[in-house]
């Protein structure tokens, strides 16, 4: 999604409004929160390196937690202005303090592993390994997930970076292989730092090292090189200044792309004509940072923004999923995500049970999270949710009837034209009458990319007509109730409304041309029949036929049944003849005559209208096509498997792509698959 945003544009593709509204609220706040974070730990350190050269003797407590906020603050000023300078003055400051970090972190990663190496004594400080138990290990991991947030910052420079959809994943893939290397260096040179038995040090080492709490880290490392304190120093000055740079950049895009879009007052997207900054977004960012760092406590504020992440991330890797099932034949991809989608399932589980460890170490970081969402979402409720400007990814509906109480079986007719209309109004007919119907008719208005979504009345006359068209013959018999509806995909329109309105049965037309290689039907047919929840009937020149003699191959799958069903609501009841080509020598057949009866007996077809063709071959798509001559009409099955769900047509796909006469493609919902497609 390349475009400034990070997670608030995932979530609004995958989840429209007010689930978008909440990622980007959420994310405002962790960067922030996080650039305090960085800015009370360089404070920290500082402020403790200046004691140790004896600078800060002639103030009282050097070390009160008021001078560490004011140098928080006034660092944290100092960077504001800086991303104040421009994109890519941010960028030059921010890339200079990650190498020196970088650099310095490496240095002492490696000669924490020479030590180690020369003086093996020093890796019985990993003796027992987890003193705690790994619950205390993911309370840390929890505390810790605020260090991670950086790779996610990378997402938000969409707007900024050349070639977006290469470079930004590179950047967060090698990133997060070089951090998270160093990051294990540095923690093992921490722990083998110390040596039982030195001076001042009593007890095991990491409890000596725990001792110190948040300057834990310093003073080991401190005994590690003889000139520790000032490396570390700089070490620690070029992260956290780095990664506050990097937070303020990113928490100013969040809102920002918040105010773009009209979701918070526009003033937040207002950009300074000198520096093209998004001046009004950096000081309400700079107000949060300031605030922060100034009122919380040190602990707090890094639990704080860790268990934001965690949400937030939790929340991404929802939406990787849902988009990447639901609109994967709509977006270009720079990178795709191996394993999919055990990945994001995987950091879905791990996420929920850091957060859930995280109360162990702040109580206040989870009443603060909660408090900052609850404000959100009335944020959301009361102002952003009639001003939020549509997305060119959103489903809009135009004009809506609303369907009265009532447990009719629900039919959908997506209509494109009066002609389309036409030649679904009479199966629909057939398809409905035999039991108390209620049918919606739904026009997706095809409005081009470059024609604004303000423009999209323009482009409804169509659809109106065709409505009209199907209402003057389909509302005498049923209820009727229409919706226009405009997506830039068409597929996914019809299944949001499938899903939305409960659809029991949808029924579509199809011309019987491919429009790309890529789909094995159709661009628009193949989605849906994969996506929806509801049994699906798709109709092929069926248009003011009357059907005699129709052709049903059955496989021994659910579809076999509603095949079956529909077939004999299209036959003609007077010398109406059904034949059931059965295919024996398919695994795990049953008898061919039994098969059908109880097949009849299950939908209500009357004796005698359906007759066993049985066939000894296994070639599916030839014998179907040979013994299509002598028939009025083919209904066949469209079964998923694996091969079919990667890209290698089934036989009901050979057959419908080459078949000359009237034809009718059916699949049935499947249970608890088609639970899962229409909830989740």
């Known amino acids: 999604m390349p475009r400034a945003g990070g997670a608030y544009n995932f979530a609004r593709i995958g989840f429209g409004r007010g689930t978008s509204f909440l990622a980007g609220w959420m994310e405002w706040f ?11 730990t360089f404070s920290i350190y500082t402020l403790r390196y200046l004691k140790q050269l004896g600078l800060l003797g002639w103030l009282p407590d050097p070390f009160s937690g008021v001078l560490i906020k004011v140098v928080a603050v006034a660092v944290a000023m100092g960077f504001v202005y800086i991303n104040y300078r421009g994109a890519s003055e941010t960028g030059r400051i921010g890339a200079i303090m990650t190498l020196g ?53 990378i997402a938000q420079a969409g707007d900024e970076a050349l070639e977006p959809r290469k470079n930004l994943p590179k950047a967060m893939i090698y990133s997060v292989y070089i951090a998270g290397m160093t990051y294990v260096a540095v923690a093992f040179a921490t722990v083998i730092a110390v040596k039982a038995g030195d001076p001042g040090v009593s007890g095991a080492p990491w409890e000596w090292i725990g001792s110190f709490r948040e300057q834990g880290f310093g003073e080991a490392i401190a005994r590690l090189i003889p000139w520790g304190n000032f490396l570390l120093t700089l070490a620690v000055i070029f992260a956290s200044t780095s990664a506050l740079n990097a937070t303020i950049y990113s928490a100013t895009r969040a809102s920002y792309a918040l105010g773009r879009d009209r979701m918070l007052p526009p003033a937040l997207a207002r950009i300074s004509r000198k520096r093209k900054t998004p001046w009004v ?27 934001m992440f965690l949400f937030l991330f939790f929340l991404v890797n929802i939406c990787v999923i849902k988009i990447r099932l639901n609109m994967g034949d709509e977006l270009s991809y720079g990178f795709l995500m191996p394993l999919f989608p055990v990945l994001p399932i995987t950091a879905i589980i791990c996420q929920a049970v850091l957060a859930a460890w995280l ?19 009335a944020i959301y409720l009361l102002y952003s949710r009639q001003r939020a400007i549509p997305s060119a990814d959103e489903i809009l509906v135009l004009e809506e009837e609303r369907a009265p109480a009532g447990s009719e079986y629900r039919v959908m007719v997506p209509v494109a034209n009066p002609d389309n209309a036409l030649s679904l109004v ?29 423009d999209a009345h323009h482009y409804m006359t169509d659809g109106k007509e065709g409505i009209v068209e199907a209402m003057l013959y389909l509302k005498p018999r049923f209820p009727i109730t229409t919706t226009l509806r405009y997506c830039r995909n068409i597929a996914r329109g019809i299944i949001s409304a499938v899903r939305e309105k409960k659809i029991n049965l949808l029924i579509m037309g199809w011309h019987g041309r491919k429009c790309d290689q890529r789909f094995k039907i159709g661009s628009t047919i193949d989605p849906v029949i994969a996506r929806s929840p509801c049994d699906i009937v798709i109709l092929k020149g069926c248009s003011n036929r009357r059907f005699r003699r129709i052709l049903v191959p059955l496989f021994g799958d659910a579809n076999d049944t509603l095949a079956l069903q529909t077939a004999g609501l299209l036959a003609e009841r007077e010398d109406a003849e059904i034949s059931a080509l059965f295919f024996s020598k398919l695994p795990g057949r049953q008898s061919g005559d039994r098969y059908i009866r109880e097949l009849s007996d299950r939908i209500g077809l009357e004796p005698g209208l359906v007759r066993l063709r049985s066939t000894a071959s296994t070639n599916i798509e030839r014998t179907v096509l040979q013994g299509a001559e002598d028939f009025d009409l083919v209904v066949i099955g469209l ?29 049935a919902a499947m249970g608890l698959r088609s639970w899962t497609k229409r909830w989740i």
């Open 101 to 153: 970090q970088t650099i310095f972190l490496i240095f002492i990663g490696l000669v924490g592993i020479i030590v180690g190496m020369r003086d093996p004594v020093r890796l019985q400080n990993f003796q027992p390994f987890l003193p705690y138990g790994w619950s205390r290990l993911l309370i840390t991991m929890g505390f810790t997930y605020v260090a991670f947030e950086g790779f996610e910052v």
């Open 426 to 454: 009479g199966n629909t007919i057939r398809l409905c009458g035999a039991r108390k119907s209620r049918i919606k008719l739904l026009h997706m208005v095809p409005v081009p990319d470059q024609v604004p979504l303000t």
């Open 281 to 307: 977004a950096l000081v309400c960012t700079a107000v949060i940072i300031i605030m922060v760092a100034a009122f919380l406590p040190t602990m707090d504020v890094a639990s704080s923004a860790s268990i």
């Open 639 to 667: 079964k998923e498997r694996f091969l079919h769900q990667i890209g290698v047509p089934s036989a009901a796909d050979t057959i419908a792509c080459r078949l000359d006469k009237p034809l009718v493609i059916v699949k």
């Open 359 to 377: 109360g162990h170490m702040s109580r206040i970081a989870w009443i603060i999270a909660p408090l900052w969402i609850a404000a959100g979402g």
């Open 30 to 40: 962790a960067s922030s929160v996080a650039g305090s974070t960085y800015a009370i």
